[in-house]
């Protein structure tokens, strides 16, 4: 069934991408039962692991997306999403290699083609360089969204996050809200 179509009869959809292992799919399976979760990932030891948890915990509202979620969003022509979670985006810490980072404005342009009236986006970075990115990213678009740093509390741990707060990195949550009339 075509992800339009999928979305037509759930209330709720929630797009989580670069799942990682899927600690945090797993946990809103869980907490929303009745939402749908489109699980994007490409990494194929971490979507076995979220195989396995799915199986564990009986889930059945995850669908996982095994390619590039820009690839998958590009072919969306409607407001399907009412939140987006992206934990631990790939860092890219060395400066040549920023342009490879996945939160620019372009992209954010994109996902807020995507989400619903009123849908959010919550994106959580351990490097603060990238969090001071991000922000730069969302002034550039800040007719699209608005914006503010948030606590991860309540949320669960993911393996990124705990690596860095085992090497003494601070975690930097972004809670954003798009904007249509
Ligand atoms: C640093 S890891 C973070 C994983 C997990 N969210 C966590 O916090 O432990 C970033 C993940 O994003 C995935 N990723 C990067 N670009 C992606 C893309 N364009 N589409 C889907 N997944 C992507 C990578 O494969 C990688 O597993």
Redesign the pocket.
């Known amino acids: 069934m075509e992800l339009v179509e999928l979305a037509q009869s759930h209330q709720k959809i929630i797009l989580e ?5 899927g ?2 799919t797993s946990f809103l399976a869980g907490k929303y039962p009745n939402a749908l979760i489109i699980a ?4 194929l030891s ?1 979507i076995g692991s979220l195989l396995n948890s799915i199986d564990q915990n009986s889930l059945s509202n995850i669908k996982i997306y095994d ?4 690839e998958l969003l590009l072919k969306i022509n409607s407001e399907i999403f009412d939140e987006i979670y992206i ?5 890219w810490p060395k400066a040549r290699h920023h342009k490879r980072r ?1 939160i620019k404005h372009n992209f954010l342009k994109v996902m807020a083609k995507v989400l619903k009236k009123d849908g959010t986006v919550y994106i959580s970075t351990d490097w603060e360089n990238y969090a001071e990115s991000i922000e730069e990213e969302l002034e550039a678009i800040k007719e699209k969204f608005s914006f503010k740093k948030i606590s991860n509390e309540g949320m669960p741990v ?4 705990q690596r860095a707060i085992n090497e003494g990195r601070a975690i930097h949550t972004f809670l954003l809200k798009v904007l249509k009339k």
Not at 40 to 43: I, K, L
Request: aromatic share 12%; proline share 8%; glycine share 12%.
């Open positions: 991408i670069g799942f990682g292992n600690e945090n994007s990932e490409v990494y971490g390619d590039d979620v820009r934990i631990c985006p790939d860092p996945l993911t393996r990124f996050q």
